[in-house]
């Protein structure tokens, strides 16, 4: 009830704030307020949504605010997405997956072993060619890409004991994000996927309904499934972006100095994010060792991984479609390794 009290107020306030757009479009005494509303997420992310928020109001001498709903009051993923969509709210911060049901071109960043490394990941990231047709598919539905997070690599973690190797995932309940390309990467090596949202994933580990889980380190410590899931293998089979998104409407309610003031704060914020992500990351295993006893193992070798999940890389490479889009991606990592060389 307290949600649909809080969108309802919302979409009456995106009501009058387009009503009045034009006068806070002409007049340099008004102030104009951007919402930015998110779920839950690690404190390096929440602090670079933050430094985007003061970015955006040095930039504009104060002119702009950036006003936050955090930690899922306005909803879920899907919700915010959709309430960014109509304008209810003006940015929101997703993740790649969340983005499937809304452009397909967005479930590239689902596929395993899409990228060899992370290098690679961020030149995919920065590519100006790559990134803008994925940011502007979603233009006719409401709302574009602004910027994106790294959001790490993901790997499984485990109640029972580490995954070493295929043969280890098989039978296994494995809690996957309700993403398509999740659930089928979770089938063809041999685990049952079981989408579920990221609130659910505690009790279900505590309950036995499911085995395991893949997720970034932040998931041990930060959000507890250390306690239970005590066993961490990096296969690192997918590196899934956060993803910025702005409502269409941002862009009618600004000039066009205050627009380029946004679009500067958000790439600031992503050179912010990149930095103190990492250096979590790090304090996130060290808390997650001492607090909770979590073991953590690598997988060397992914190649039998890397076979297992093949199907479903050359069904989407022979998308006429979306094909042309993991090619690009794959077409870089062979500049990165001829750059490190």
């Given at each position: 009830?307290?949600?649909?009290?809080?969108?309802?107020?919302?979409?009456?306030?995106?009501?009058?704030t387009?009503l009045?757009?034009?006068a806070?479009?002409?007049?340099?005494?008004?102030?104009i307020?951007?919402?930015?509303?998110?779920?839950?997420?690690?404190?390096?992310?929440?602090?670079?949504?933050?430094?985007?928020?003061?970015?955006?109001n040095?930039?504009?001498?104060?002119?702009?605010?950036v006003?936050?709903?955090?930690?899922?009051?306005?909803?879920?993923?899907?919700?915010?997405?959709?309430?960014?969509?109509?304008?209810g709210?003006?940015?929101?911060?997703?993740?790649?997956?969340?983005l499937?049901?809304?452009s397909?071109?967005?479930s590239?960043?689902?596929?395993?072993?899409?990228f060899?490394?992370?290098?690679?990941?961020?030149?995919v990231?920065e590519?100006?060619a790559?990134?803008?047709?994925i940011y502007?598919?979603?233009?006719?539905?409401g709302?574009?890409?602004?910027?994106?997070?790294?959001?790490?690599?993901?790997?499984?973690?485990?109640?029972?004991g580490?995954?070493?190797?295929?043969?280890?995932?098989?039978?296994?309940k494995?809690?996957?994000?309700?993403s398509?390309?999740a659930?089928?990467?979770v089938?063809l090596l041999?685990?049952?996927?079981?989408?579920?949202?990221?609130s659910e994933?505690?009790t279900?580990?505590?309950?036995?309904?499911?085995?395991?889980?893949e997720?970034?380190e932040?998931?041990?410590?930060?959000?507890?499934?250390?306690?239970?899931?005590?066993y961490?293998?990096?296969?690192?089979?997918?590196?899934?972006?956060?993803?910025?998104?702005m409502?269409n409407?941002?862009?009618?309610?600004?000039?066009?100095?205050?627009?380029?003031?946004?679009?500067?704060?958000?790439?600031?914020?992503?050179?912010?994010?990149?930095t103190?992500?990492?250096?979590?990351?790090?304090?996130?295993?060290?808390?997650?060792i001492?607090e909770?006893?979590?073991?953590f193992?690598?997988?060397?070798?992914?190649?039998?991984?890397?076979?297992?999940?093949?199907?479903?890389?050359d069904?989407?490479?022979?998308?006429?479609?979306y094909?042309?889009i993991?090619?690009?991606?794959?077409?870089?990592?062979?500049?990165?390794?001829?750059?490190?060389?």
């Open positions: 009830m307290k949600k649909k009290l809080l969108f309802g107020l919302l979409m009456v306030t995106s009501a009058l387009f009045t757009g034009c806070q479009k002409s007049s340099s005494e008004e102030t307020t951007l919402r930015f509303a998110y779920a839950s997420n690690s404190q390096p992310v929440i602090d670079s949504m933050k430094k985007f928020g003061e970015l955006v040095e930039k504009t001498d104060g002119k702009v605010v006003e936050y709903y955090p930690d899922g009051q306005l909803g879920g993923e899907t919700e915010l997405i959709e309430l960014t969509q109509t304008g709210i003006d940015f929101t911060k997703v993740s790649a997956s969340a499937e049901g809304f397909k071109s967005y590239v960043f689902g596929l395993p072993y899409l060899d490394n992370e290098d690679h990941y961020f030149t990231m590519n100006k790559i990134m803008d047709p502007q598919s979603t233009k006719e539905l709302f574009v890409g602004l910027t994106y997070y790294d959001s790490g690599q993901r790997s499984f973690y485990m109640v029972d580490p995954i070493e190797s295929v043969a280890d995932l098989k039978g296994k494995i809690r996957t994000m309700q398509a390309t659930i089928r990467m089938s041999g685990g049952a996927a079981v989408p579920m949202s990221s994933v505690y279900s580990l505590q309950s036995n309904l499911i085995n395991g889980a997720n970034n932040f998931v041990l410590y930060t959000a507890g499934h250390g306690g239970v899931a005590k961490y293998s990096y296969d690192e089979h997918t590196r899934v972006p956060d993803i910025v998104l409502s409407s941002v862009k009618e309610r600004l000039n066009e100095k205050q627009y380029q003031a946004v679009l500067e704060a958000a790439k600031a914020s992503t050179e912010f994010e990149k103190v992500f990492k250096d979590a990351v790090e304090a996130e295993k060290e808390i997650a001492k909770y006893g979590v073991k193992n690598t997988i060397a070798d992914t190649s039998e991984f890397r076979k297992a999940v093949q199907p479903m890389l069904e989407y490479a022979a998308n006429p479609t094909g042309p993991y090619q690009s991606i794959r077409d870089l990592a062979m500049e990165v390794k001829h750059d490190s060389n």
